[in-house]
């Protein structure tokens, strides 16, 4: 399967996110019995503690037997090796892998399809503009490595919670291009119609970050988008931009020869193009991280929470850096010798100036890019 890229809109942090990325580049009645039987209505729990232990919600998750995730491309920051991995370990749950290349705003737009049906999302892989607009669809939850994690990169009562992050980059094929040094070169004759962002900024991730990056690589600030926005007009009118879905396949096949994502996606194509080549432009960095959600109304509410623990656990959290990404509990991992060394040594250098959007910030851009994206690029 291949990741497309109109993927999910970031988790924007603090001087909190900063650092970790910095760093990085550098009493309860139980909820089971024995016999796997609730004796907790397990979409009301907000912690492990409503379960009264780990083995009592392993056994309510593995009494309902089946978990619904959705939007998670198994080249996806190495989401298909963490999938085979909770497959392994709980055989008696059903993973359905649901619409594995939508954006965050059709995952949210699935669970109000189905809503009060089996198939509707019991898990989500959101960012912050699309979390903060459908907070309301979520169920609170903190993991148990909640102290983990940084008070920036997570909503107070775990509505959602940033779990990987990384830069945001640009890939090209080194066999057709020089690497470009700066974001002008890319308005250069020889990037016509070669240049594509990941999908839709409105609604995907990895767009709305290649919107900032631009914006800051303008001079501008994360106060204010447009730069990035008359930056992408500009790629529009030479005749640079291409408007096509990003996909592990479009890049070895060259139809999409230079692409803005980020930098732990665009390194994942050298494995499909050896030519292919990331760089982080030097100056301001744009970083991020992506953010795990509980839908409230989840069909399977203890599979939900037990796949969220088992995403923030050591083990996980050492594959999201096997797949090139900043796991968020990275800065604690290193501090209590759970980390894989060998490969948090082997990450990109951090740039030396990170800039992350506040929630005012994400929020604010959301809506001047829904004002103006369509006009500037059409």
């Known amino acids: 399967m291949s990741h497309i890229t109109s993927r999910r809109l970031l988790l924007g942090a603090a001087a909190a996110a900063v650092a970790a990325l910095t760093l990085a580049g550098c009493a309860s009645t139980p909820a089971a019995d024995t016999e796997g039987s609730s004796s907790v209505d397990a979409a009301t729990a907000t912690s492990l503690a409503d379960f009264g232990s780990f083995a009592d919600l392993e056994a309510a998750a593995k009494a309902e037997g089946q978990l619904n995730v959705i939007a998670l491309p198994r080249d996806w ?4 090796e963490i999938i085979d991995l909770f497959a392994e370990r709980y055989p008696e749950i059903t993973i359905n892998e ?19 049906l089996d198939t509707a999302p019991d898990v989500f892989d959101l960012g912050l503009t699309v979390a903060l607009q459908n907070t309301d669809a979520f169920a609170p939850y903190q993991v148990e490595n909640w102290d983990d994690i940084a008070d920036a990169l997570k909503e107070p009562t775990g509505l959602f919670v940033g779990d990987y992050g990384g830069y945001m980059s640009v890939g090209y094929d080194s066999a057709r291009f020089e690497a470009p040094k700066a974001l002008d070169d890319l308005l250069g004759e020889e990037y016509k119609g070669a240049v594509a962002i990941n999908g839709d900024p409105t609604q995907a991730g990895a767009a709305f970050a290649a919107v900032g990056l631009a914006t800051v690589q303008s001079d501008g600030t994360l106060d204010d988008y447009q730069p990035g926005i008359d930056f992408f007009s500009k ?7 291409l408007k096509l879905d990003v996909t592990s396949a479009t890049v070895a096949s060259g139809e999409t020869p230079v692409v803005f994502d980020w930098d732990y996606l665009n390194a994942a ?10 760089v982080v432009f030097p100056g301001v960095g744009y970083a991020g991280y992506y953010n795990q959600a509980i839908n409230k109304d989840a069909p399977h509410p203890a599979a939900a929470r037990l796949w969220q623990e088992f995403l923030y656990s050591d083990d996980v959290q050492n594959l999201w850096l096997k797949g090139g990404a900043r796991p968020v509990r990275m800065e604690a991992m290193i501090a209590a010798g759970t980390i894989d060394q060998k490969l948090a040594d082997a990450l990109p250098t951090a740039p030396d100036d990170t800039v992350v959007p506040t929630e005012e910030q994400s929020t604010n851009a959301g809506t001047l890019l829904g004002e103006e994206w369509a006009a500037a690029v059409q």
């Open 235 to 241: 790629l529009n009118d030479a005749g640079n931009m």
């Open 269 to 278: 194509h050298t494995a499909d193009l050896p030519t292919w080549k990331t």
């Open 98 to 116: 649901q619409s594995p290349d939508v954006s965050s705003a059709e995952e949210i737009q699935a669970a109000e399809t189905n809503a009060g």
């Open 77 to 80: 920051a190495n989401y298909g």
